[in-house]
């Protein structure tokens, strides 16, 4: 079993719809972050988080804590939305180790 | 800034030959750390540094080498390169507690 997991795997929405991305980890962490990787593209952190809840314009993240747990949303979903979107951990005391899911890829249609 | 600089882009070696992906950093990021990113897999951890003169293996390092002379560098090289080793390659920094800032990545195809 992946230290983290994400689900789904693949997400097609259309546009204007709520999206959720789920995040299960399985280990003690210090921090998470959420990434987005267009096709072909580079990687953008969105989102580092270790308690509670951020927001950066459409988009939501959420920790538990104690369930192991986070999720990402979108809010009024775009086109442009469209991309793989990574779940990651940095384990308690790892000095620069980032454990990663494998994404979750969203299409949003028009 | 520039943020995180890599080079190149996109590169083919055949079998058994060496080369150097470079990557530099701006931001005076004491912590620098390069991935491969393979299909269906999450990014896996080559090698990581915590300043400049340390550097330490990470998940996979078998056939990759690296340095860290000074805070803004950080080479990461393949001494003898394999198929197994066609790959995108990311390098990022980041400072401590703080988010990491991905590089654009480089394509390397081994044939």
């Known amino acids: 079993k992946n230290e983290v997991e994400q689900s789904p795997q693949n997400l097609t929405a259309q546009e204007g719809e709520f999206i959720t991305i789920n995040c299960s980890y399985s280990?003690?962490?210090?921090?998470l972050h959420w990434l987005q990787q267009h096709p072909g593209g580079g990687i953008v952190s969105l989102f580092m988080l270790s308690s509670g809840k951020k927001k950066h314009g459409r988009l939501i993240a959420t920790i538990n804590i104690q369930e192991k747990h986070s999720s990402l949303h979108i809010t009024a979903s775009h086109p442009r939305d469209s991309a793989v979107y990574i779940c990651a951990v940095r384990n308690t005391g790892t000095a620069s180790k980032l454990t990663f899911g494998t994404g979750t890829r969203l299409q949003v249609m028009l | 800034n520039a943020g995180v600089t890599q080079t190149p882009k996109f590169q083919v070696l055949k079998t058994g030959q060496s080369m150097t992906l470079q990557c530099a950093q701006d931001m005076n990021h004491e912590y620098m750390s390069w991935y491969r990113q393979d299909p269906g897999m999450g990014l896996r951890l080559i090698h990581y540094s915590v300043g400049a003169g340390i550097t330490d293996q990470g998940e996979v390092p078998n056939g990759y080498n690296v340095s860290r002379s000074t805070t803004e560098d950080f080479p990461l090289r393949l001494l003898s390169a394999a198929p197994s080793q066609t790959s995108v390659y990311f390098c990022?920094?980041?400072?401590?507690?703080?988010?990491?800032?991905f590089g654009s990545g480089t394509r390397l195809t081994v044939v």
């Open positions: 280990v003690g962490i210090s921090a």
């Open positions: 990022a920094s980041r400072s401590a507690g703080g988010p990491s800032t």
